[in-house]
């Protein structure tokens, strides 16, 4: 059956109280991971879960959009429904650009390697498209790959290795990850396995991505592996991603760091299951993420839709005086939505100043800032503020911490631990610290420094919220240069 969905494909949906203004959301009902990602034809292709007959997780389909910019999306019907092997879990997508899975006779076109989830039983199967994703073939052969002994068994990511003349897929299974190697998307053979005693396991491991980014502007490169682990309750972060840099061969990879190692890719509460896009041109490698978090993902307060994907993100590897760390900037063309710029230079603030930025309410920003050290101990933004609400992004000189705290951020009754401050660690370069927000009608994004720390945040204030403010508290601190800009809607 295919679901009628012309009810759904009107652009006046995306103005209802919390609907994010340039971020990606389903039109209607819930969505989580982002799957499937390929750039193709000149489209960024962006399937996700999706449950379309509610606004709760259900048996899940693999919802699809398109963008040319990555930031304005065009809504597609639904591309994969559950089948005979079960729902449609998380997957990837890639260009078969030498017909090695014989699916387009001698062309090229898009195969998608995803978790069929029948009940208990996780299996991997595909589907192609020779009309660059618009619908889906099932191949009849499907599962591709069965293993009776593993109960969790899903998310594959595949790409192509060039170095081994392969296809590699890599697969998340309860506490590690497994890596398979195969000629043509159909026979899949087990190359080994990896994490069982590296990193965190404060939650089941999901969504796996490998990938080779260079370090800087070196010529050296590096392979960073991204693992989600999901909600358990002992913890109060609830689902979040890791991420390890090593080596990678074809068929073993190689922690470069000791077992106890811990990286995370966002400190913030709300940026699960993202991986890369596949495909892209000049080796960018995009990731996005879900921006929510299993904890409390079903209960938050939107009504006609659930969840939104975090911005879109460009990855690099710098070096930092811990050693080699991810980087995230937002993609470039992100700065297309800007309306006009507001600029401020060799400012102090102090505990008392006058509230400079009451000339920029609003609820659609993106503002960037270089602050110098000085005898404040916190200092930073407020955002989203009313007499009764306000989310602050800062940060604590003392303890050398980068924050948010949304304990008064808005709605936050249906999660006891929705309400808090988290934080992460941070060093000053050269005395000075720079902020760059993305704050959206549900949501704020903070890149701290050159992208290594990263907080992605849910918040639900009231629309009338809108107030934005600078505060120093304990002393002074010297805003060497600050530019704010409202942001356009996405979805006109
Ligand atoms: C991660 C996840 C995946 C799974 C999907 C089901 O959020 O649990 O492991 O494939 O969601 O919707």
């Given amino acids: 059956?295919?679901?009628?969905?012309?009810?759904?494909?009107?652009?006046?949906?995306?103005?209802?109280?919390?609907?994010?203004?340039?971020?990606?959301?389903?039109?209607?009902?819930?969505?989580?991971?982002?799957?499937?990602?390929?750039?193709?034809?000149?489209?960024?292709?962006?399937?996700?879960q999706y449950h379309p007959y509610s606004?709760?997780?259900?048996?899940?389909?693999?919802?699809?959009?398109?963008?040319?910019?990555?930031?304005?999306?065009?809504?597609?019907?639904?591309?994969?429904?559950?089948?005979?092997?079960?729902?449609?879990?998380?997957?990837?997508?890639v260009v078969d650009w030498k017909d090695s899975s014989g699916f387009f006779n001698g062309g090229k076109g898009l195969v998608a390697i995803f978790t069929s989830a029948d009940g208990p039983v996780q299996t991997q199967s595909i589907a192609y498209s020779s009309d660059k994703g618009r619908t889906w073939n099932i191949y009849e052969g499907n599962p591709v790959l069965i293993e009776e002994s593993c109960p969790d068994f899903r998310d594959p990511k595949v790409f192509w290795h060039e170095e081994s003349n392969k296809w590699i897929m890599i697969l998340a299974v309860g506490d590690h990850v497994r890596i398979y190697f195969s000629e043509d998307l159909k026979s899949w053979d087990f190359a080994s396995a990896f994490g069982r005693e590296a990193g965190s396991h404060e939650g089941v491991w999901e969504c796996p991505d490998l990938f080779e980014l260079p370090i800087g502007e070196t010529n050296i490169k590096k392979w960073v592996m991204l693992v989600?682990?999901?909600?358990?309750?002992?913890?109060?972060?609830?689902?979040?991603?890791?991420?390890?840099?090593?080596?990678?061969?074809?068929?073993?990879?190689?922690?470069?760091?000791?077992d106890d190692t811990v990286l995370w890719v966002d400190y913030g509460r709300d940026n699960y299951a993202g991986v890369t896009w596949s495909d892209t041109l000049e080796e960018r490698r995009v990731f996005i993420g879900w921006m929510s978090n299993w904890k409390y993902a079903n209960i938050t307060p939107t009504k006609e839709w659930r969840s939104a994907m975090t911005l879109p993100r460009e990855l690099s590897?710098?070096?930092?005086?811990?050693?080699?760390?991810?980087?995230?900037?937002?993609?470039?063309?992100?700065?297309?939505?800007?309306?006009?710029?507001?600029?401020?230079?060799?400012?102090?603030?102090?505990?008392?100043?006058?509230?400079?930025?009451?000339?920029?309410?609003?609820?659609?920003?993106?503002?960037?800032?270089?602050?110098?050290?000085?005898?404040?101990?916190?200092?930073?933004?407020?955002?989203?503020?009313?007499?009764?609400e306000k989310t602050l992004i800062g940060y604590d000189a003392t303890k050398q911490e980068l924050f948010i705290d949304r304990e008064h951020s808005g709605e936050s009754s249906f999660h006891p631990l929705f309400a808090c401050r988290h934080t992460a660690r941070l060093q000053p370069e050269r005395n000075r610290i720079s902020l760059r927000l993305f704050v959206d009608?549900?949501?704020?994004?903070?890149?701290?420094?050159?992208?290594?720390?990263?907080?992605t945040d849910l918040i639900f204030p009231s629309g009338t919220s809108e107030g934005v403010a600078l505060f120093a508290i304990g002393g002074d601190v010297k805003l060497v240069s600050l530019e704010i800009y409202h942001l356009n809607t996405i979805w006109k």
């Fill in 1 to 48: 059956m295919v679901l009628d969905q012309s009810n759904l494909l009107s652009s006046d949906k995306y103005i209802e109280n919390y609907r994010p203004q340039f971020h990606f959301t389903p039109e209607s009902n819930w969505m989580n991971d982002p799957n499937g990602m390929v750039y193709y034809e000149g489209e960024y292709h962006l399937f996700y």
């Fill in 228 to 258: 989600s682990i999901g909600n358990d309750d002992a913890h109060p972060e609830g689902s979040r991603t890791q991420y390890f840099i090593g080596e990678f061969d074809g068929k073993t990879f190689v922690n470069d760091n000791p």
């Fill in 317 to 388: 590897l710098i070096s930092t005086w811990e050693g080699i760390r991810l980087a995230q900037t937002p993609v470039k063309e992100i700065e297309n939505i800007r309306k006009e710029k507001r600029e401020w230079k060799d400012l102090i603030i102090h505990t008392n100043s006058e509230n400079i930025l009451s000339i920029c309410t609003g609820k659609e920003i993106e503002i960037l800032a270089e602050f110098e050290l000085d005898s404040a101990t916190e200092f930073g933004f407020e955002v989203r503020t009313s007499n009764e």
């Fill in 55 to 93: 606004t709760v997780w259900g048996p899940m389909h693999w919802g699809h959009a398109v963008s040319t910019d990555l930031i304005h999306w065009e809504h597609l019907p639904i591309a994969l429904y559950p089948d005979e092997n079960g729902a449609i879990f998380s997957g990837s997508a």
């Fill in 441 to 455: 009608w549900s949501s704020v994004e903070v890149f701290a420094n050159r992208g290594e720390t990263v907080m």
